[in-house]
């Protein structure tokens, strides 16, 4: 799919449930938030059928998500049926990783072939301080399996003042000592989001240079997305720098969104997308959904335009968009 921008959207992020285990400071209140219904989420099926109509459009990579996709029962089981899909060319996962643990080999049976794990700190009270009660200890057995069974693994951590300022070096020298990537993710201005305070790509950039030495790109990682990946002497792993707010990089955008209640989202940011589950369930044809996938894409937002004053400005929790 190429849009009005030129830009090839070959990736896809599918959300499948907007709930979630842990209450992470940045991503929902502390209260938690008023669930979807079961009905107004897309079933297994509804999710596969357009799957398989978009990959008629070019699309190959997928990536489940949620809120916390492994809440959802089954949400392995949809991960096979999606990699038994010949133009698939790839799926991952973003997890918390705590309800994982134990099962990363079903995972990997079932076709996934990258795990993206957030951990926004290795201390035990630090971590349950942002996540609101998460166990760290859960997470790092995770990540243990997931390297014994040869999946890529990713770290996902978002750097927040006052919370997480002294962890990022602990956190970045797990790809010291394992083949994996540790991704610092500037906190994005979405939900609240908005009111807790980022810390930059440049200064954590800094931080690590003191800390390891100068870096050198890595070109070898793998990955659809727009982390800009280092190693640093004597990594085994990388080091890659997510940096939407510092250094836009919308121009390569290949991705688009489907939320958990059917909404195909073209951009973080923005609220412009198309009701697929309303065509889903009203009789539409795959070739009414194609035609209209194929629309929305072409008119995919050029840029996410965080600090300017857009009409369709996303104000939803990030649970509620996909994570």
């Known amino acids: ?21 842990l209450r992470c400071i940045y991503c929902m209140p502390e209260e938690g938030v008023h669930a979807m219904r079961h009905e107004q989420i897309l079933s297994f099926e509804e999710i596969e059928r357009l799957v398989r109509i978009m990959t008629g459009l070019g699309l190959k990579h997928l990536r489940l998500t949620g809120g916390e996709p492994m809440v959802r029962r089954g949400c392995l089981e949809l991960a096979g049926r999606l990699h038994g899909i010949p133009e698939v060319g790839s799926i991952s996962m973003t997890s918390n990783g705590i309800l994982l643990e134990g099962k990363v080999c079903e995972a990997k049976r079932s076709g996934i072939s990258s795990l993206n794990i957030s951990l926004d700190s290795l201390h035990p009270d630090t971590y349950s301080r942002l996540t609101r009660g998460g166990d760290v200890s859960r997470v ?47 906190l994005m201005p979405i939900g609240c989001g908005g009111s807790a305070q980022r810390i930059l790509c440049p200064e954590v950039m800094k931080k690590l240079e003191d800390a390891f030495g100068k870096p050198e790109p890595d070109p070898s990682v793998r990955g659809h997305g727009p982390a800009r990946y280092v190693k640093y002497p004597s990594f085994q792993g990388s080091v890659g720098y997510i940096s939407a707010v510092s250094h836009e990089f919308c121009d390569n955008c290949n991705r688009i969104r489907l939320t958990a209640d059917g909404q195909l989202k073209l951009c973080l940011n923005h609220t412009k997308g198309i009701d697929l589950r309303g065509m889903l369930r009203t009789g539409a044809s795959d070739e009414e959904i194609l035609s209209a996938v194929r629309a929305a894409v072409a008119d995919k937002p050029a840029r996410h335009a965080f600090y300017e004053k857009i009409s369709d400005h996303e104000d939803r929790y990030m649970n509620a968009i996909g994570g």
Request: aromatic share 4%; net charge negative; proline share 3%.
């Open 140 to 186: 790092l057995r995770t990540i243990h399996e997931a390297l014994d069974e040869g999946i890529q693994v990713k770290i996902n951590t978002v750097p927040v003042r006052g919370y997480n300022d002294e962890d990022l070096t602990e956190i970045a020298a797990l790809a010291k000592n394992a083949p994996l990537c540790v991704r610092f993710i500037e």
């Open 1 to 21: 799919m190429i849009d009005k921008n030129g830009r090839c959207i070959d990736y896809l992020r599918i959300s499948i449930t907007d709930r979630c285990n």
